[in-house]
C-alpha cells in the first residue's frame, strides 16, 4: 500500500540536504585580500583563504591605495608624516634635488602600525605558502623598519634609477637586493657609499628575532 506522506517526506529531506550545502559553501568561501607585491605595494592576491572578520588597514595604519601614491612631501598621509624625521627629511632633499633632472618620487609604502605589518605577513606566508618565503619579503611586526618609520618603498622606476645613481649623497641607500624600492638612511653613506646589500630581508641580521 501506497504511504501518502512519502512524497512530503522526501521533499523535506531535499530541502535539508540543499540547507546543508548552502551553509557548507559559505563556510568554505574564499576572501580575495591583498597583499604585499614584489614592487613595494600591496595587490590582489591570487585566492588565500582569509577569515572574512580579519582586520582591514586604512590610512590611518600607513595604508597607501594603489591610484593614490603621495610624494615625499605630502603631510595628509599618515605612511609619509609618520616616518623618522631624519629619514623625511633626506627624502624630501633629495627629492628637490630630482625635481632639477625631471624627477618625481613616489611613496608606494612608508610608515605602517604593528597590526598592518602582520596582516601583510600574514598575508604574504598565505601567498607564499611558507612563513620562510613570505619573510623575503615581509618582516615582522617587531623587526620590521617600516614599522618604526625608518624604510620607505619608493617609485616609479625613474626615481628608483636616479637614487642609485645620487641616494647616497643623502644618505639614502637600498637595504636588499631584491626590493629594489626599499630605502633606509644610512648617515654615513655620503662619506663611504651604501654598505653591501644583503641579498633579501632573511640575511639581514635585525631580522634575526
Known amino acids: 500500500m501506497n504511504d501518502p506522506s512519502a512524497p512530503r517526506r522526501v521533499r523535506r ?13 559559505v563556510a568554505t568561501v574564499v576572501v580575495l585580500q591583498a597583499i604585499p607585491a614584489a614592487n613595494g605595494s600591496v595587490t590582489a592576491p591570487r585566492g588565500a ?5 580579519a582586520f582591514q588597514p586604512a590610512a ?5 591605495p594603489e591610484n593614490e601614491r603621495p610624494t615625499v612631501f605630502d603631510d595628509t598621509v599618515p605612511a609619509v608624516a609618520n616616518l623618522n624625521p631624519d629619514l623625511l627629511a633626506a627624502l ?7 625635481e632639477r633632472d625631471g624627477v618625481e618620487f ?3 609604502s612608508g610608515w605602517r602600525t604593528p597590526r598592518y605589518q602582520q ?3 600574514d598575508n604574504a606566508t598565505a601567498e607564499y605558502g611558507s612563513e620562510d618565503e613570505a619573510a623575503r619579503w ?23 634609477d636616479w637614487l642609485t645613481q645620487h641616494g647616497d649623497r643623502f644618505g639614502l641607500c637600498q637595504i636588499y637586493a631584491n626590493e629594489r624600492w626599499h630605502y633606509e638612511l644610512r648617515a654615513d653613506a655620503e662619506a663611504n657609499g651604501c654598505p653591501s646589500m644583503y641579498g633579501d630581508p632573511t640575511d639581514d641580521p635585525r631580522m634575526q628575532s
Not at 60 to 64: H, M, P, S
Open 138 to 160: 615581509v618582516a615582522t611586526p617587531d623587526t620590521s623598519a617600516h614599522v618604526t618609520g625608518d624604510a620607505v618603498d619608493l617609485g616609479p622606476d625613474a626615481a628608483l
Open 60 to 64: 590611518a595604519d600607513g595604508l597607501i
Open 92 to 98: 624630501r632633499a633629495a627629492a628637490e634635488r630630482a
Open 119 to 121: 596582516w601583510l605577513l
Open 106 to 108: 613616489r611613496v608606494n
Open 13 to 25: 529531506r531535499a530541502v535539508a540536504l540543499l540547507a546543508a550545502l548552502a551553509v557548507a559553501s
Open 49 to 53: 583563504s582569509i577569515d572574512t572578520a
